[in-house]
């Protein structure tokens, strides 16, 4: 566990933080929100068509997208026969108005690192299927995060739109030549990332002595601190972060890791389903409109036929009075055939 610098803080009216700090006692919040319920989910795979494999989430009026880029690379000294893994952040600017142009900052920095340790620690993906030539040549897999607005929790939203990003990558296909240089063909694709296991992280903020799950933004401007635990699909807890300035009890820990394992199966489960959904309505897509082109190329052909069997005199490409006018129907027939 890691302490994060505080985030910036997003500004509201005093009575109504005081309202959020007293509502929450009564397992009330002011969305009409449970205490351990996620915002609405909204999930748009492969959103960026020239990346490996992408995601744009909506969590609740948070935004984030999320690009997976496959590169060749060389590996890590000390894992030769492993991929590598790079995992980049960037606060739009245009998403909050706390959030200002120039290099990342700590926060984003830090979002970046519990996205990538989540991954790493969980072996969440299978590192050593992406070697091509052991110890010399391996996919690089660049997983580049950017915050388009800031309606709170960044760090589900990212964790989400990284999952769904990750189901959807391709890896391409890549041949290596007598030179052992690799020929990657980026059109083509020799199947999914190769993936062990699925993880996401559930935040949980702590006001008045109760635990909440995915703050938005004018809970997070009150919160005494935040939790935010990385679980996978089978019950492991991969890492927990913790912001914010206030303590956290034992009871109130054990308490919060029991609501990410329940709510963590829960979230990847929907995210699956999502992504599993996508996809299915994309694959009937292309089934249907194959069938349509069939359908119409079928249709031109029996058009050819019945037109040409009208007539005798017409299918011999003249008319009656053996003018120029069968000449061009005969020409039109040979096009459409």
Known sequence: MSLTP??????????????????????????????????ELTIIPNYLPKAQGSALVKLG??????????????????APDEGVIIVSSEFVPMASPVFEPGPPDENSIELARVIDRSIRETHAIDLKKLAIIPGKKVWTVWIDIYVLDHGGNLMDASSIGTLAALMTTKVPKAEINENEEVIVDKATSIGPLPLNRKVATVTLGKI???????????????????LT????????????????QSSITEEEAIKAAEIALQKGRELIDKVTQLVESS???VKQENNNSAADSASN???EGEGVEEGSGKNPEEDSGLEKDG??????????????E
């Not at 003018?323 to 459409?336: A, D, I, R």
């Open 279 to 281: 996809a299915e309505t």
């Open 208 to 226: 008045s002595d109760v635990l909440i799950v995915d703050p938005d933004n004018e809970e997070e401007s009150v919160l005494e601190t935040k």
């Open 6 to 39: 505080t985030e910036p803080i997003n500004i509201i009216p005093r009575l109504k933080a005081e309202t959020i700090a007293s509502i929450v006692k009564k397992g009330v919040r002011l969305d009409g929100r449970k205490l351990d319920e996620f915002r």
């Open 229 to 244: 635990i990385a679980v996978t699909e089978d019950g492991l807890i991969a890492g927990i972060q913790k912001s914010g």
């Open 61 to 78: 009026s948070t935004q984030v997208l999320v690009g997976v880029k496959l590169e060749v690379g060389t590996p890590y000294q000390d």
């Open 323 to 336: 003018g120029l006018g069968g000449s061009e129907v005969s020409l039109k027939s040979e096009s459409k």
């Open 297 to 299: 190329e079928a249709s």
